[in-house]
């Protein structure tokens, strides 16, 4: 490609609405566009990007036996409302009718239809396992798009399902995915940590997460420096306290706490710090009022709330509900007296929690030295909180530490939860009908393409992996008006691109400083310059995007040398 010929509008500004590193680089090194919020025009340059991972994922999915196919994006409702998921998605479905007022959306994701046509069309374990795919558009009209492509309401995504005969099966598929994961981030140049994670909406059972590091990314890992453990924070499990402190109850006093609605201001208030107050959160979990009581200082982990209820929704309780529903008045809430009305939740750490501090149910008035079993009862303790740095290593004991993530792929055992209500049934060996036994494998393909610009980046642009790069060298003539070197530019240009290493030359009528600051911006791995000197000494000068390093080399040489370092490190 030559640059005159090429649609590369790139920006020296900053855009405003650039919100993360990969997406003000995405933008400014004319790769992407906004189209609305979350969805976006992916340029020729991102595109290339995009077919070399596309086509890493292909390799990597047929290696393991993967089959690809092309399911629709858009899906008739009946078959969501056969799997109880019409509701479980809520706003997050782009939901639309057709000319005849039939409900169809836009696929989310696919195991409905994939899982209703294979239990169409198989019905003998002989034909199991089976692995199919497709690489394809999905739509979540996601609470906050943000992120560029990172959390986008429009993505493109590999969608692998397995289908086995048993959990046996379905184990060695899982082991197949998680292998061609590991070859995929691998092959992208991408540093990948793996997690232990929680199933959400689509349900079933074990988890992996695959994340790439970087402090922009939504998802908090947890993860030990001494063992292997790591866990989505969604996930990871809070170690349960040991005996409780051999601290006297003292008696339950009623104080004034005037216009003290925070933990915090209540600890400021009553002197004390925040673990010694009992925090209340009022809920509801598909409309039904639930209290969950967690130490001043720690987080209720939502998921794991909502897990341990098995409730589709969990919402805050607003004011109007907490009068209507607890029976409360608007804040000052504690438990006691609480579970005769509502069902109260509480963290295992609450149990030991020897007076405390908690809300009286009136205004204005606290109550100190609280005590379980003494003065309030709960319907169960369980783990309830977010886990933090400091905790204790479920695994090793030792202390975890936290840091952010972004999810770029996840593999689901989901069991027979699809099968068993979509039908899809096989005649075992012994003739009997059993569900098929099925996984799930998710990979955000342009999510791996911006957390690939996450990862590596400088103050100049984007440090693109040499396999994924949208062309690997960029070839400049110190002079455009130069025919000597111009005519060397172009030949080089010509012998690259027929060796077979993707090479586009920038032949603009611009200054140098201008064709190498986009160098950097834009990424490619390998700058050739070619000066005066070139011509003479017939030497050329490379620069790698990722070093700073500058060579030079006889430019008869260069395409063996090229050639040889970029494949080496691919
Ligand atoms: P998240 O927790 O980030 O919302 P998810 O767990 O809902 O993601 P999955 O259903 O597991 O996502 O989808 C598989 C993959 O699709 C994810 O691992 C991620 O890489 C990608 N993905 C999901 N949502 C988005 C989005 N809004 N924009 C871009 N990629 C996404
Ligand atoms: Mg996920």
């Given at each position: 490609m030559r640059a005159t010929e090429a649609f590369i509008p790139t920006l020296r500004e900053i855009?405003?609405?650039a919100d993360t590193i990969s997406h003000q680089l995405l933008l400014r090194a004319g790769m992407l566009r906004k189209v609305a919020a979350?969805?976006?025009?992916?340029?020729?340059?991102?595109?290339?990007?995009?077919?070399?991972?596309?086509?890493?994922?292909?390799?990597?999915?047929?290696?393991?036996?993967?089959?690809?196919?092309?399911?629709?994006?858009?899906?008739?409702?009946?078959?969501?409302?056969?799997?109880?998921?019409?509701?479980?998605?809520?706003?997050?479905?782009?939901?639309?009718?057709?000319?005849?007022?039939?409900?169809?959306?836009?696929?989310?994701?696919?195991?409905?239809?994939?899982?209703?046509?294979?239990g169409q069309e198989i019905k003998s374990y002989r034909q199991l396992p089976l692995l199919l795919y497709q690489i394809q558009n999905k739509y979540r009209d996601e609470r906050?798009?943000?992120?560029?492509?990172?959390?986008?309401?429009?993505?493109?995504m590999k969608d692998l399902y397995s289908f086995d005969i048993d959990e046996q099966g379905l184990e060695i598929s899982y082991g197949k995915m998680y292998t061609a994961y590991s070859r995929i981030f691998d092959r992208c140049g991408l540093s990948i940590?793996?997690?232990?994670?929680d199933p959400g909406a689509i349900g079933g059972g074990d988890t992996h997460e695959f994340m790439v590091m970087a402090d922009t990314g939504e998802a908090e890992i947890i993860f030990c420096t001494a063992c292997d453990y790591a866990a989505d924070i969604e996930k990871a499990p809070c170690p349960v306290d040991g005996q409780p402190a051999a601290i006297e109850k003292q008696p339950l006093e009623r104080v004034r706490t005037p216009g003290t609605r925070t933990?915090?201001?209540?600890?400021?208030?009553?002197?004390?710090?925040?673990?010694q107050v009992l925090k209340i959160m009022l809920y509801l979990a598909d409309g039904e009022p639930v209290a969950v009581l967690i130490r001043g200082d720690r987080s209720v982990n939502e998921i794991k709330v909502q897990n341990y209820l098995q409730a589709i929704r969990l919402e805050i309780a607003n004011a109007e509900d907490v009068a209507a529903k607890f029976g409360l008045p608007p804040g000052f809430a504690g438990p006691v007296g609480l579970q005769s009305q509502v069902r109260v939740l509480a963290d295992n750490?609450?149990?030991?929690?020897a007076n405390g501090v908690a809300g009286a149910n009136e205004p204005d008035h606290h109550y100190r030295n609280v005590n379980y079993g003494r003065d309030y009862q709960v319907y169960a303790f369980d783990d309830f909180r977010v886990a933090r740095e400091g905790d204790a290593c479920p695994k090793c004991g030792q202390p975890v530490q936290l840091r952010r993530g972004i999810e770029v792929g996840q593999l689901f055992k989901l069991g027979t939860k699809y099968s068993k209500v979509l039908g899809a049934t096989i005649l075992d060996e012994g003739g009997k009908e059993v569900p098929m036994v099925m996984g799930c494998y998710g990979i955000g393909v342009t999510r791996t393409l911006a957390a690939a610009v996450e990862q590596g980046h400088d103050k100049d642009g984007i440090i693109w992996p040499y396999s994924i790069a949208p062309y690997e060298v960029v070839v400049i003539p110190v002079s455009q008006r130069d025919a000597l070197q111009t005519n060397l530019a172009e030949a080089l240009y010509q012998q690259l691109f027929a060796s077979g290493i993707d090479a586009i030359y920038d032949n603009r009528a611009e200054r140098t400083g201008v064709k190498f600051k986009d160098a950097d911006l834009i990424g490619y791995p390998v700058r050739v310059v070619i000066n005066d000197g070139s011509v003479v000494d017939r030497l050329v000068e490379v620069k790698w995007r990722n070093t700073g390093n500058v060579e030079k080399i006889p430019y008869a040489d260069l395409c063996t040398y090229l050639r040889s370092k970029l494949v080496s490190n691919n």
């Open positions: 855009p405003a609405e979350g969805i976006y025009s992916i340029l020729p340059l991102g595109h290339r990007v995009l077919l070399k991972i596309e086509r890493i994922v292909r390799e990597e999915m047929n290696r393991a036996g993967g089959i690809e196919l092309l399911m629709p994006i858009i899906q008739p409702a009946e078959i969501w409302q056969q799997s109880g998921r019409w509701d479980v998605y809520g706003p997050e479905m782009f939901r639309l009718k057709d000319r005849h007022e039939r409900g169809f959306c836009l696929g989310p994701t696919h195991e409905e239809l994939i899982t209703d046509l294979v906050r798009p943000r992120f560029g492509l990172l959390r986008g309401r429009e993505f493109i940590r793996v997690v232990e994670a933990v915090e201001e209540v600890a400021k208030y009553l002197g004390i710090p925040a673990m750490e609450v149990r030991h929690l």
